[in-house]
Nanobody, 125 residues
């Protein structure tokens, strides 16, 4: 049974930083992409960032490019999202995600097979 558990969310002022973590269990993850999505109130869940199985490739939504950094530690089965220069519009529940297809990247919600429970990030102005 694959389980993804996020941590690190909270309340921060605009311009501040947070680091999210997502610990995975239930299988070996070194062959699978890992991703972050977010969902703001009244909006659809949207792609934030993805990292390839080896960590050699990363992609970001235009809205977070240059401010957020995704990374992973395969020895710990953990993926991270470093968020800097946070803005009020970054306020959302952040979800980590993975899939069942080795060596296949994730860019949309339809490509996700497993979700974490989410962690709230609130950025005050």
């Amino acid at each position: 049974q694959v389980q993804l558990v996020e941590s690190g969310g909270g309340l921060v002022q605009a311009g501040g930083s947070l680091r999210l973590s997502c610990a995975a269990s239930g299988r070996t993850f070194s062959s699978y992409a890992r991703a972050w999505f977010r969902q703001a109130p009244g909006k659809e869940r949207e792609f934030v960032a993805v990292i390839s199985w080896s960590g050699g490739a990363t992609y970001y939504a235009d809205s977070v490019k240059g401010r957020f950094t995704i990374s992973r530690d395969n020895a710990k089965n953990t993926v991270y999202l470093q968020m800097n220069s946070l803005k009020p519009e970054d306020t959302a529940v952040y979800y980590c995600a993975t899939n069942n297809r080795p060596f296949v990247m994730i860019h949309t919600t339809t490509e996700v097979d497993y979700w974490g429970q989410g962690t709230q990030v609130t950025v005050s102005s």
